[in-house]
């Protein structure tokens, strides 16, 4: 249904990961499906609305959500005022950036509050007992969901600078030619990581990207 489902939300809780991470969680008042990767639009009263990643994989009983409030936009003040048990809505979820297709061998490769997603993904990976291997390489000031990720994720790696990371992707597209890579971050890092990407011999099927902005 996309865009054209609304499931209405409960604020629960809130908390702040490493590297000012602000993290989310609401309670649905009702059932909804979404896949492990997939996004929602969430509309705050008096901020209107904003796409996000889920944070939560389906077998959760909250609806998850991670981001940054230093933009001080009208709607991050308004996410940041929530209180418990106040409502907001989620229309969704909608985008394709999923385990659909892709095979026994995925590689994540996060910047920054770009890891989002992956948390999702490593979670259903766990809950559903897939038999996938992970492989996550994350950069950025701080790691958000750092020990949860390292224990889920069959090899993660994570580096503060792009020297490092850059060292560890060339290494895990030589390991893993076949696999499926994931890229989710700010345009710039999306980009650059996914021209390395075919540099080292990914081909383009294989590379899929999280695009939205404004994380």
């Known amino acids: 249904m996309g865009l054209l489902s609304s499931t209405p939300l409960k604020f629960a809780d809130?908390?702040?990961?490493?590297?000012?991470?602000?993290?989310?969680?609401?309670?649905?008042?009702?059932?909804?499906?979404?896949?492990?990767?997939?996004?929602?639009?969430?509309?705050?009263?008096?901020?209107?609305?904003?796409?996000?990643?889920?944070?939560?994989?389906?077998?959760?009983?909250?609806?998850?959500?991670?981001?940054?409030?230093?933009?001080?936009?009208?709607?991050?003040?308004?996410?940041?005022?929530?209180?418990?048990?106040?409502?907001?809505?989620?229309?969704?979820?909608?985008?394709?950036?999923?385990?659909?297709?892709?095979?026994?061998?995925?590689?994540?490769?996060?910047?920054?509050?770009?890891?989002?997603?992956?948390?999702?993904?490593?979670?259903?990976?766990?809950?559903?007992?897939?038999?996938?291997?992970?492989?996550?390489?994350h950069v950025g000031d701080g790691h958000a969901f750092k020990t949860e990720t390292e224990q889920l994720a069959s090899d993660a790696r994570y580096h503060r600078d792009r020297e490092g990371f850059a060292v560890d992707l060339k290494q895990v597209a030589t390991n893993a030619p076949a696999a499926t890579y994931y890229v989710s971050g700010v345009p710039q890092f999306i980009a650059e990581t996914s021209a390395a990407l075919k540099d080292l011999g990914i081909g383009r099927k294989q590379i899929r990207k999280d695009n939205f902005r404004g994380y």
């Open 14 to 137: 809130r908390w702040t990961e490493d590297d000012g991470v602000a993290v989310f969680a609401f309670t649905p008042t009702r059932p909804f499906r979404h896949i492990a990767g997939q996004h929602g639009l969430f509309a705050v009263k008096g901020g209107g609305a904003k796409p996000f990643s889920l944070a939560s994989a389906p077998e959760d009983d909250q609806v998850v959500l991670a981001t940054r409030l230093e933009s001080g936009s009208r709607f991050k003040k308004a996410l940041a005022a929530l209180r418990p048990g106040d409502r907001v809505t989620m229309r969704g979820p909608i985008m394709k950036f999923t385990l659909d297709g892709a095979g026994d061998d995925v590689v994540f490769l996060a910047q920054g509050v770009g890891i989002t997603p992956f948390r999702s993904l490593l979670r259903h990976i766990s809950a559903a007992g897939l038999g996938v291997r992970s492989t996550l390489l």
